[in-house]
Antibody, heavy 125, light 108 residues
Framework: QVQLQESGPGLVKPSETLSLTCTVSGYSISSGYYWGWIRQPPGKGLEWIGSIYHSGSTYYNPSLKSRVTISVDTSKNQFSLKLSSVTAADTAVYYC??????????????????WGQGTLVTVSS | DIQMTQSPSSLSASVGDRVTITCRASQSISSYLNWYQQKPGKAPKLLIYAASSLQSGVPSRFSGSGSGTDFTLTISSLQPEDFATYYCQQSYSTPRITFGQGTRLEIK
């Protein structure tokens, strides 16, 4: 059974860098798939941040791209998120998730499953 | 970016009701559409992928349909555990993955 667990500071000061790690168990990141980060401000909807392949290939939400770095450590079966120059608007529950896919007739469909339980990060001085 | 608009934003229904939630894309996304269920304080859970494929372990009362710009999630007979918020998500325009704003399903 694949499980993901986010970890990192729950409080970050404005203008600093938010850093989170997602530890994967029950599945080797090196086996494949993309792995993603999604966030949800309190009481609001979901926003995709970015995703990484086990090889290190990444793609990011263009609205956050200038501030986001996602990396992977296959030896620890972890992937990480860094978000720089944070403001109060970055306060959210941050989720990590696996991004499986299936291909049929030349089209490849992907989705997020499973998700970690999420971790609340508050940006405040 | 492709905008995903769900309707209604909230819905009241009773146990046993048949419920339909709609998701409309601002441009055609073929079948690149997924549905998630989220309960308070919990992570989203995948229900449907590729518009109509039921995720393993999800009850058969959930179904998805649609292609192009218009999609629906149907719950054939509401159960008490189905009261939650539902989100659609498009994966057509990677790296511009976007979610709908959510539909809150409440007990009448």
């Amino acid at each position: 059974q694949v499980q993901l667990q986010e970890s990192g500071p729950g409080l970050v000061k404005p203008s600093e860098t938010l850093s989170l790690t997602c530890t994967v168990s029950g599945y080797s990141i090196s086996s494949g798939y993309y792995w993603g980060w999604i966030r949800q401000p309190p009481g609001k909807g979901l926003e995709w941040i970015g995703s990484i392949y086990h090889s290190g290939s990444t793609y990011y939400n263009p609205s956050l791209k200038s501030r986001v770095t996602i990396s992977v450590d296959t030896s620890k079966n972890q992937f990480s998120l860094k978000l720089s120059s944070v403001t109060a608007a970055d306060t959210a529950v941050y989720y990590c998730a696996r991004e499986p896919d299936t291909c049929s007739g030349g089209s490849c469909y992907n989705w997020f499953d499973p998700w970690g339980q999420g971790t609340l990060v508050t940006v405040s001085s | 970016d492709i905008q995903m608009t769900q309707s209604p934003s909230s819905l009241s229904a009773s146990v046993g009701d048949r419920v339909t939630i709609t998701c409309r894309a601002s441009q055609s996304i073929s079948s690149y559409l997924n549905w998630y269920q989220q309960k308070p304080g919990k992570a989203p859970k995948l229900l449907i992928y590729a518009a109509s494929s039921l995720q393993s372990g999800v009850p058969s009362r959930f179904s998805g349909s649609g292609s192009g710009t218009d999609f629906t999630l149907t719950i054939s007979s509401l159960q008490p555990e189905d009261f939650a918020t539902y989100y659609c998500q498009q994966s057509y325009s990677t790296p511009r993955i976007t979610f709908g704003q959510g539909t809150r399903l409440e007990i009448k």
